[in-house]
């Protein structure tokens, strides 16, 4: 079961960011972007422990941001070797452009489904939502 689950979830995944192509951003850095949109402000170093990828990796991805317009940073008066790092108006409306198609794609698909996968799925959602609350311990 955890392996087909890691299999829908690549897949899907996949399928997904066939749409944000459109936006004219990497993955990479749409994923940055989101969140910075979906959780706020933040320094570099905790941006990249969020995405999971070393800082010299996240400062690559921040700087493409940056000359695109869609983040910008923020020197710390108290300690100039740390900034922190915003979306701009065009990186949120660029987001949630990118978010929506996302929607839309899996929205088309449920579209699909007889009310009692509907339901399934519902169902499956709660689950899942469960699983990722788990502790790893």
Same mark, same amino acid.
């Given at each position: 079961?955890? $392996?087909?689950?890691?299999? #829908?979830? %690549? ?5 997904l ?23 706020g ?23 493409? #941001?940056?000359r695109e317009?869609? %983040? $910008? ?18 990186g949120? %409306? ?12 899996l ?7 007889d ?5 399934? #799925?519902?169902?499956?959602?709660g689950?899942l ?9």
């Amino acid at each position: 079961l955890a $392996s087909r689950y890691n299999s #829908l979830a %690549v897949h899907l995944t996949r399928r997904l960011r066939r749409t944000d192509a459109e936006t004219g951003v990497g993955s990479a850095r749409l994923s940055a972007l989101s969140v910075l949109v979906f959780g706020g402000s933040c320094t570099l170093s905790q941006l990249a422990a969020a995405e999971q990828v070393t800082a010299p990796t996240m400062s690559r991805i921040v700087a493409g #941001l940056e000359r695109e317009g869609l %983040v $910008s940073r923020e020197q710390n008066p108290e300690d100039r070797r740390s900034a922190t790092i915003r979306a701009t108006m065009e990186g949120r %409306v660029l987001m949630e452009r990118a978010r929506q198609r996302r929607i839309d794609q899996l929205a088309m698909r449920l579209a699909k489904l007889d009310p009692e996968q509907i339901a399934g #799925l519902e169902a499956a959602a709660g689950i899942l939502e469960q699983l990722e609350t788990i502790d790893e311990r």
